[in-house]
């Protein structure tokens, strides 16, 4: 409210040193420490977190084991190849990184779905005084914390790794060699949540989020780019599929052979595949704060 002080005829008037309304950043402030509080109250998050650390640690002991055979003189080493791919929990195999099904369901999609399911959304919209804000922080948080989480479990599976050549008696890898591919892992770690936040907006489901981002890219994303491709003048759409750029983009090989190529789906270049997978998520973003401003509370 806007202060007033008495004027010298005896009437008030208001105090024009006062602002009348709160700063947009603390409301956008607010809102971010709701939506921290919240995920940070959920014991999913620390269950996950404590599996995701422990996959990391194995991850780091079982590096080693990526040793490749010597040949002559030579001694083993681990090659740049299978350094990034451990690193990104087998992102190009699996189709998607291990820590991205674990933390993309908890950080993404939850906080959308279970607001609804739970009967809290007209909570945390009074709380933060507005819808867009609310689905902002939703996202932001949920991109904040896989981020922070990646980089975490990426730097301990890093040092562990390290140690266990050390004490194998293996030489170091090129490790500076692999930190465009893992720069390029976390980005697309960060844009997985917004993805699956406007995912979760658009289809108000967390079940059928969870099994659309789960079917989606294993095997729906193949199936819609071959019918695609019948379409005449549809034959490029394939390689511009998300998924399919995101693991070109986590890619680490230069010149993968055909297996390899067969799997990331794509031939694409990093940089491209990276494009087309945040422009992906933030378009799916978009669509979801249309359909999520629009939603009833229960």
Known sequence: M?????????????????????????ALKRALCFEWMR??????????LAVLAVLSLLNG???????SEPTGEGQATVEVAHLVDTLQF?????QLPLSAWLLV????????????????????????????????AKLTVGAAGTLMSSALALALSAAVGSAALAVTGLPQPHWSAGCGPLLRYLIVMAFLPVLAGGLAA????RLLTVLTLTLWPLLLERVFGLAVQRISGMGEIQAWLPFAAARAA??????????TRALIGT??????????FCTCATVIACCGWLAYRRREAP
């Open 39 to 48: 995920l940070k109250g959920l014991r999913s998050t620390w269950v996950v």
């Open 267 to 276: 031939d694409l270049t990093p940089m491209a595949g990276l494009g087309t």
């Open 61 to 67: 002991i079982l590096l080693p084991m990526e040793a």
């Open 2 to 26: 806007t202060a007033v002080r008495p004027s010298e005829t005896g009437h008030a008037t208001p105090d024009r040193a006062v602002p009348a309304l709160p700063l947009a950043g603390t």
């Open 105 to 136: 369901f908890v950080l993404g999609t939850g906080p959308i779905t279970t607001e609804f399911s739970c009967r809290t959304a007209r909570t945390a919209w009074l709380t933060v005084g507005n819808r867009g804000l609310s689905y902002a």
């Open 250 to 259: 986590m890619n680490g090989v230069e010149d993968p052979d055909g297996f």
């Open 90 to 94: 087998n992102a190009i195999a699996l």
């Open 202 to 205: 658009l289809v108000r489901s």
